[in-house]
């Protein structure tokens, strides 16, 4: 397998790169209005070993750009107790069914289009998820959830006016419900980026899924990673559905 990698980028550029504004990641920068969603603003939802179920999605808005079938629930993830007896964390698809539940608090048909996740381990947790939801294709608002890797959604916020272009676009795409889990997307990624460079000289692990404009709106996993040696971002782009690297091009 074969990853993409290029040149040296900023870590914004990088974002950006990958379809993902500094927003997402860090919760600022909107250039439009910030107000708390519709329900309990940075309620939590418990992290017990029972995953949530989510509610089905609504009929797909006229324009949506999906073409994925999106009419069945969200895979179960898996669940990670450390040293046999710690606090259970859980991989993304887990972290996706309890962030859904608050989203769909906001307004019930909401729906994800961008995840990303800083400092992943090799399980696939990172230090927390960001993710994006919206509920109709003309987006006229976006909620921004994080979640901590023992399924505690710990902020919600809504973006509203000039902010939600920095989420949703023409590349923007509704994220299938059967996308293949975290830890299988590092595994994946690390493989590809070990057969180019030396794993022992990088740092700063980031995972995202999100569609954007450099890839004509094709829908990938992003496994990204800072390569020491030559100061560059080396990333391998993932299939959500297959699991097959994209070469680079």
Known sequence: MRARYGRTFSPLRVLAAIGLCAVLVVGCG?????KAP???PGATVAASAAP????????????????QALNHDIPPGREISEGGGGPVSYTFREEWRRALAEAQKWRSGAYLVKAVGND????????????AFIDRAEADAVLRVEIDPWGKVTKTEEVTGEGV????????????YDVIDSDQVVAIGKAALAARYNLLKTKD????????????????????????????????QIDPLTGEVTPPT
């Open 38 to 40: 519709t329900g309990r």
């Open 205 to 236: 692990p980031l995972i995202a899924l999100s569609s954007n404009e450099i890839t004509g709106g094709t829908l990938h996993w992003t496994y990204m990673l800072f390569y020491e040696s030559t100061a560059e971002y080396v990333s391998a």
């Open 120 to 131: 992943v381990n090799d399980e696939g947790v990172p230090s927390y998820w960001a993710l």
């Open 30 to 34: 909107s250039s439009g209005s910030t």
């Open 52 to 67: 949530a179920t989510s509610a089905g999605p609504t009929p797909r808005a006229s324009g949506d750009p999906t073409d």
């Open 165 to 176: 272009i920095s989420f949703v676009d023409q590349y923007t795409k509704r994220i299938p």
